[in-house]
């Protein structure tokens, strides 16, 4: 029998799964954009760095101007 102010076996589950959910997608966002992000935008700063000193004869220079990257002379 249900009484007022007592959760149901069903409940009480439901709010132990959307917890553990919850747990997990927080877990999995905070690594990531703590530590995978932080790995792209290395190797991705890396490859500018690079094609920056690189030239083809004045064809394709890219340059940074304002941390956007450009093309110009193509």
Known sequence: MFVPGQYS???KVTVVVTAA??????????????F?????????????RDAERWED???VVIER?????TRRGV
């Open 21 to 34: 959910c919850s747990a997990v997608a927080a877990a999995l966002f905070l690594f990531y954009n703590m």
């Open 65 to 69: 101007e304002r941390d956007h990257y």
């Open 36 to 48: 995978m992000l932080k790995l792209v935008k290395r190797r991705h700063e890396r490859e500018i």
């Open 9 to 11: 076996v069903t409940a």
């Open 57 to 59: 004869d004045g064809d």
